[in-house]
């Protein structure tokens, strides 16, 4: 088997194609040999390592071998992937979050125990909680993973601070489906189809004093700034005190004339549209932002996405920096959220623009978050 693997690594960078490949890894896993995936696995990384990152046949067989692992049922394909996954290393921990992703997506909790005993990283082992998490799993009830999620030694992780239930403001989250040859995931971006709402003749609008700095305008846009830092986007965060209480029928006139760089121009021969929305539809379409990403990247992927969800929501609702994750969520679910968009040049209108924005309880600070990205 040796033979073979080395075999393969050396001729690998001068094929046109890897297919042949892909099929030798199809055979050997329907024969039950899961061993052979995660060893040539291994022996990529350690050409990889030696200066072959850059050669595309090495970076597609070993997505196929890692997809194929981690999709095919069978706790034996677990136990390898694992494998694969702790020899491969990942220093930003981007193959973590991919393999939890794929492991919670194809495998019952009880299957991806062996991760929280066996030989797992802390952060594979993090995210892993909360991709079970999002999938309705009972990670506080399923032995061999109850043991690890509720121990205190990793509350420091920023994934601690997030409860191993789902929230009804998160309801049931749209999560992506893989296999392995690809994958697949909604985009639900757009306007929400909620209750509009119409500015009255009369509708008053109140002084606004804008707030914004660059901390909460980072905290706001935690969710999509992945769409900046690692695709085409653009986003625009801010935060505004009124004078008087904002009623619900003034809230798209006060967005038009907060001087936002998102809806200039709209309001006159450009379409704009504002609609109330729930705090479930706001975490959906933030969640999606994060964990899937934009044009030209893959997000954060589930744990992370949750977490980046969450802190935006945060953010745009006045929940305090640092607090628990249920004052959070009280003070998510306190406020009126709405849902905006507008034909003007910022957005690119192509399949990736958001718009938030919520008032809280008392009317009387309005957060908004725009952004939009292009392929």
């Known amino acids: 088997m040796a033979d073979r693997i080395e075999q393969i690594v050396a001729t690998l960078p001068d094929r046109e194609s890897v297919t042949d ?15 052979f995936l995660a060893d040539l696995g291994i022996a990529l990384t350690g050409a990889q390592g030696s200066g072959a990152g850059r050669i595309w046949q090495y970076r597609s067989v070993f997505d196929h071998l890692l997809r194929l692992l981690t999709t095919t049922p069978g706790s ?3 136990t390898q992937a694992l494998r694969l996954v702790s020899s491969a290393g990942s220093a930003d921990g981007k193959l973590d979050r991919y393999a939890a992703s794929l492991l919670a997506s194809s495998h019952p909790a009880e299957e991806l125990a062996v991760a929280f005993t066996g030989n797992a990283t802390e952060e594979l082992r993090a995210c892993l909680v909360h991709e079970l ?3 309705g799993a009972d990670v506080v009830g399923t ?6 999620a509720t121990s205190r030694h990793w509350r420091h992780h920023p994934l601690g601070w997030l409860p191993l239930t789902l929230s009804e403001v998160e309801g049931r989250p749209d999560l992506p489906s893989y296999c392995a040859r690809g994958g697949s995931h909604s985009m639900p971006y757009g306007r929400p189809a909620n209750r509009p709402v119409t500015t009255g003749a009369g509708a008053h609008v109140p002084a606004a004093r804008e707030t914004t700095t660059p901390v909460i305008a980072q905290r706001i846009g935690t969710a999509v700034a992945n769409w900046a830092e690692e695709s085409n986007g653009r986003i625009e965060a801010r935060l505004f005190d009124l004078e008087s209480p904002l009623g619900a029928e003034s809230v798209p006139s006060m967005l ?3 001087g936002l760089e998102c809806l200039k121009g709209a309001g006159r021969k450009t379409a704009f549209s504002a609609a109330a929305c729930p705090p479930d539809h706001a975490w959906q379409l933030l969640f999606a932002a994060a964990s899937t990403g934009g044009a030209y990247n893959s997000g954060v992927r589930g744990a992370y996405g949750r977490l980046a969800a969450w802190r935006s929501l945060a953010a745009l609702s006045g929940a305090a920096e640092g607090g628990q994750a249920e004052e959070a969520e009280a003070r998510v679910r306190e406020c009126t959220w709405y849902g905006f968009g507008a034909e003007t040049t910022w957005f690119e209108r192509v399949a990736w623009d958001v718009g938030l924005a919520a008032v809280t309880s008392e009317r009387r ?3 908004v978050l725009a952004a939009t990205d292009t392929d």
Do not use: Q, S, T
């Open 365 to 367: 600070r309005l957060a």
């Open 256 to 258: 038009l004339a907060l």
């Open 21 to 35: 490949v892909w099929k030798v890894a199809d055979r050997r896993i329907a024969r039950g040999d899961a061993a």
């Open 133 to 135: 998490v999002l999938r």
């Open 143 to 148: 032995p061999g993973v109850a043991g690890w």
């Open 76 to 78: 034996a394909n677990v």
